[in-house]
């Protein structure tokens, strides 16, 4: 559904679809634009210390399979764990995509949980921005740091749901709360999306929109989940418009009324 609902703005430019997917862990490329498809996502975001956009000729490129023309590849830096190696890393993929300024940084701090390092973060974005990228930024779910972040001039701000790829779902939603309330730039859930409930209560805590890879790559049918995805994620978006009704602790508020009931 391509309505003023769901549309996404990052860095001036307008989505139709607040899902962002990734592209790898899948069986093969067919797999993966079937997948893409079945989402509706219009960003997609590659790793490219780990995917072939050009860098290694003669392999099977990716572009191939997502042409830039149809989607807007946003190239990431997974697998950096210092600011330099991801700022060279970025500066390899924008000149791999023709000058290509949106970016998606990550550094992380170790190989075990992945989770990002902050300082390396904080350090290598004031890079990237001063040299021209547009930068959307994976980050702990710290809302100080993530101000940070925004005062830095990262065009979006993506706190981690839980690990990366370990499909737990939001293990702290307050904190993603703080993080909506506090930010005037797009924050996005990244990372630790695993089934459709959990993408529509990112949304329904206000975020701007969700980032995922695993869940759909390991579902046993990738193309089917990434549809339910899709779904979840409108539903989510269009719930937190609506507003929810309040929560009544200890108390029913009957749906029919109780005033002029037969025989009373």
Known sequence: MDTETHRLTIA??????RLLVGTGKYRDFAET?????ASGAQIVTVAIRRMNIGQNPGEPNLLDALPPSRFTILPNTA?????EDAVRTLRLGRELLDGHALCKLEVLGDPGSLFPNMPETLKAAEILVRDGFQVMVYCADDPIQARMLEDIGCVAVMPLAS?????MGIVNPWNLRLIVDALKVPVLVDAGVGTASDAAVAMELGCDG???NTAIAHARNPALMAGAMKK???????AFLAGRM???YYAADPSSPAAGLIGS
């Open 79 to 83: 697998g950096c764990f210092t600011a």
């Open 210 to 212: 969700v980032l995922m």
């Open 163 to 167: 690990l990366i790829g370990s499909g």
């Open 246 to 248: 309040a929560r009544k």
């Open 33 to 37: 634009r079937a997948a893409i498809d």
């Open 12 to 17: 001036g430019r307008a989505y139709g679809s």
């Open 232 to 238: 979840a994620v409108e539903a989510g978006r269009e």
